[in-house]
């Protein structure tokens, strides 16, 4: 099991950046149909991942 929190938290960043983009380009779509704007906010597809990833593995600063 700290084998798998190690792996977890040395890809963590890695994690993050792909699960951002997801929620970017899923916001984005929405955005674009409910706001018919081409540009949009990215903060907001941050914060999703970011709580995302909290849920998923943890917060990294906390020993397991």
Known sequence: ???LREIRGRY???Y???VAGVFGIV???VWKK???E???PFGPALLAAFVAML???GP???PA
């Open 38 to 40: 081409a540009e949009f």
């Open 34 to 36: 409910v706001k018919k």
């Open 55 to 57: 849920i998923w593995q």
């Open 27 to 29: 916001l984005a779509l």
């Open 12 to 14: 963590a960043g890695a």
């Open 16 to 18: 993050l950046m792909l």
């Open 1 to 3: 099991q700290s084998l």
């Open 60 to 62: 990294a600063f906390m």
